[in-house]
């Protein structure tokens, strides 16, 4: 009796640490994104602060709307951001 109940405590302790595993793996996978989030708005945040700041928006060969016009109309595919 008391082994089948060491061995039920065992296997449960085994699920959570699984779950628990999963969890973890799934909150570190979810912070790298919300990082690489963050950085991408803030460079974006650092871009229109520059256009309002008066720098100017060129709109020339190095806009991203050129080349991404560019890379699809040339290349036919999508560009990956």
Known sequence: ERDRELADLRAQAEQREAAISALLENKVSLEFEINTYRR???????????????E??????????????????????????
């Open 40 to 54: 991408l708005r803030e460079v974006e945040d650092g871009h229109l602060q520059r256009v309002e700041g008066g």
């Open 56 to 81: 100017g928006f060129s709109g020339g060969r190095n806009s991203s709307a050129y080349h991404y016009q560019t890379r699809t109309a040339v290349g036919g595919s999508t560009p990956r951001y």
